[in-house]
């Protein structure tokens, strides 16, 4: 059975899908374990983003999963059966550099596919089948919580570039071991993250364990379960609801000064873009989020342009993430769980079995940060 969207017919449906084989050398089987959905999988629903390869009547969804090794092909090396792995998800053009390069998150043509996204079934299925290099083993012992690899790599890209490009300047404090590209980087930086959900909160905890003194903002109130979280990380929480950007960013200079960093995660594009207003003087503004719908603002553009200029400003979008990333990811996450108990595990409030996809996908509650949908034991 594969779970996703099927042509011509709205929403979430179920369908045939045959268990699919080893045809080449470097072939992985795998068996499903858990997919975690996030804002991606919703929006495709809710917009009907169908998206599937050319001849296709179904798309299965889902791209963060765990799973386990079944079988693997005569020429795989690095992989057994009974492995737990992870899989990326996007697969390279086949023609730029960056593709060729097993860099397809930087695909410079944007004819890559994603599993689960954009023309490939996704892992709302019982199996998957693909190439070793896109198969990524998991160490022991993180089994219970490796299906955050995939959206933890996310935020371990875009905060990769905002240390890459801001090592152009050496100093930032009085303190060697706190340049960018040093161990200890996070030292006397203040970060400021606009949205709670996973992606932000995975995002802060990367921020956190850099020691980076960080502020999240969102619209729920204080006491919702994804507040509870940015508390867990020694970090602010700002509720945002009923604020304009002037008043939210008032809170964050009063904690701040500089501010270093900001990351969005919330694909809210009006607050997204009232804020570029508010960056300080040599700071960096990472996006992450995708916002689904036009909308036009008013804002001051001769500001914006005059004071990237004069304030030595950068503005980066980032998408998607490299095997690098997920390895980075698979080494951060004990890190995380050692000095964030409990945090990685409370970012899933909903857990269901693959048969109620219905209920998954149906709104989430008032509570909800994220859905794990369990596909087999
Ligand atoms: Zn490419
Ligand atoms: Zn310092």
Redesign the pocket.
Known sequence: MGVGLVKDKAGIQSFDLPKPEITQPDHVLVRVKQVGLDGTDFNIVRYDLQDMADGQETMALGHELLGVVERVGSDVRSLASGDTVTMTVRR??G??Q??LHNE?DM???G??TERGIHKLHGALSEYVVDEEQYVVKVPPGLEDIAVLTEPLSIVEKAIEEIRIIQSRMLWTCSHQEHRYLSDDWGGCKFALVVGAGPLGLLGAALLRLADVATVVTDIVPKDHPKAQRVAQLGASYVEGHGKTAEQLMEVCTITAGNLDIVLEASGAADMAVQIIQYMTRDSIYVMTGIPREGLNVQVDAGQIVRQMVRYNQVLVGSVNSNRTHFEMALRDIPRIVSRFPGFLEGLFTRRLPLARYEEAFAAKGPGDIKTLIRVSE
């Open positions: 390279g053009c023609q730029c960056p593709c397809s695909c410079m043509t004819l890559f």
